[in-house]
Every structure is written in C-alpha cells, then in structure tokens.
Nanobody
Framework: QVQLVESGGGLVQAGGSLRLACAASGRVFSVNRIGWYRQAPGKQRELVALITDTGRTNYADSVKGRFTISRDNAKNTVYLQMNSLKPEDTAVYYC???????????WGQGTQVTVSS
C-alpha cells in the first residue's frame, strides 16, 4: 500500500501560479506511475499529468505548456507546478499511485484549486 497526501491548493487569480505536492509513504519503491487528476463540479474526474518511475511524463492537452509534473525521490514527493492558471482549471486536484500488483489506489481528500477571473 502507498499512502498519499495532497497539499498546496488555494485561491489564485487567473494568470497566477500554484505548486501542488503529493507526499507518498509506504511502499513507494513499488510505484509504477503517479498521476495528478482533477474533478470540477458536475464533471468527471480527469487525468491532468502522469510521471513514471523512469521519469517519463504525460499531460492532458488542456494543460500542456502550462503545467509541469516532477518528483523529488529523496522526499518521496511528486509536484505539479501550475502556471498561467485559468478559471477552467478550478477543481479539486488528487494524486494517485499505480502499483504493479494492485493497480491504482484509493482516492484521498484532494486539494482545492480555485482560479478567479
């Protein structure tokens, strides 16, 4: 099992930046991928960015060029740097980890990101 705690959300004006953090504990050495997801009111949860155990990254088209996913192995933390934020980025952001034997884990509390126009 891997436990994840999201942090770093808040209220920001359009065009601003935020950095989210996903702190992992437990069997972090077994993680295949960690992903950042978001869910806006009335919408389905969607993938925002992924990072693999080898450092490969993948982004949703809507955030390419604005968001950057990265990780600090020494701190067991994955970050999501969000720049040029738009009101449509407003959502609860979640991170999740994929293990080779059990797949994606349970969802945590997430962190709220609100972008005002």
């Amino acid at each position: 099992q891997v436990q994840l705690v999201e942090s770093g959300g808040g209220l920001v004006q359009a065009g601003g930046s935020l950095r989210l953090a996903c702190a992992a504990s437990g069997r972090v050495f077994s993680v295949n991928r960690i992903g950042w997801y978001r869910q806006a009111p009335g919408k389905q949860r969607e993938l925002v960015a992924l990072i693999t155990d080898t450092g490969r990254t993948n982004y949703a088209d809507s955030v390419k060029g604005r968001f950057t996913i990265s990780r600090d192995n020494a701190k067991n933390t994955v970050y999501l740097q969000m720049n040029s934020l738009k009101p449509e980025d407003t959502a609860v952001y979640y991170c999740n980890a994929e293990l080779p034997t059990t797949g994606w884990g349970n969802w945590g509390q997430g962190t709220q990101v609100t972008v005002s126009s």
